[in-house]
């Protein structure tokens, strides 16, 4: 269902797709906390923390709070490590664990676009790292993520400016727009978190995809358009409602596919 007025997708000059639970199924930052944990660079209790908030997040959507908890942590972990280490290790964490994760449903949605001739960002809250690893592995135009501060190659474990959510992800889309020449009247973005409702409401065909409640809700409101691409999404949500804590924890590492190894 699309609003009256909207611009359609042969008519977008430039489309803007979020990563987490949009692209791809779950948050791409525990993706990639399971690739550090592989190489050693935290305990597997530390992980089981991280798979913990993913089965959360994957369940529930986007939640502000676990996510800014997550990236203090991962600034943490990378803090003394250089940048081509950790590009290095995006580039094997997308080929372990997040290219398989890819919804085929929102890919083929990204190429129509750049078929038509329609450049295509992949705009995240992600280190930027991991989101031009996975735009340049799905032939998109480019990414904007959340930029870590590095000095001489090595990272300080400090962040660049404001991580990219909310509002300073649409603030960061306008920017390019402005800079591109592009009128976001004729532009597409496509999330699935409330977060996201700045950028959302600035383009001309906004598209909710796998919504949260209320996004879906205010969807309906505004008569803009919705993908559901979750098909796994009721059994998963039976699980974390039937199960104890501990029996949450031990769903997420299932969904995550932790191997069993020492800490």
Not at 86 to 109: D, F, T
Request: proline share 4%; net charge positive.
């Amino acid at each position: 269902m699309a609003a009256a007025g909207a611009t359609t997708p042969e008519t977008c000059v430039a489309a803007f797709f979020d990563l987490d639970n949009t692209v791809v199924r779950g948050a791409s930052l525990f993706y990639f906390a399971r690739g550090l944990h592989a190489r050693g660079f935290f305990s597997r209790r530390e992980l089981r923390g991280f798979a913990r908030r993913a089965l959360h997040f994957a369940v529930r959507g986007e939640v502000h709070g676990h996510l800014l908890e997550v990236r203090e942590l991962a600034l943490a972990f990378v803090a003394g490590h250089t940048t081509d280490e950790i590009r290095a290790i995006g580039e094997e964490v997308y080929e372990e664990h997040m290219g398989a994760k890819v919804r085929p449903g929102v890919r083929l949605l990204a190429d129509r676009h750049l078929r038509e001739g329609a450049p295509v960002w992949l705009v995240t809250a992600a280190p930027v790292e991991l989101a031009d690893v996975v735009a340049r592995r799905l032939g998109l135009t480019g990414a904007l993520g959340t930029v870590a501060e590095s000095v001489g190659g090595t990272y300080t474990g400090r962040l660049v400016g404001e991580p990219l959510h909310g509002p300073a992800k649409a603030e960061a889309v306008r920017a390019l727009a402005a800079a591109a020449g592009w009128d976001l009247a004729r532009c597409a973005a496509y999330s699935d978190s409330t977060n996201d409702l700045p950028l959302l409401s600035m383009v001309g065909r906004p598209v909710v995809v796998n919504p949260d409640r209320a996004l879906r809700r205010h969807a309906a409101r505004r008569g803009w358009e919705v993908r559901e691409f979750r098909q796994w999404q009721h059994a998963a949500r039976w699980t974390v409602r039937a199960g104890t804590a501990g029996a949450v924890g031990v769903a997420a590492l299932a969904l995550l596919g932790v191997a069993r190894r020492p800490a």
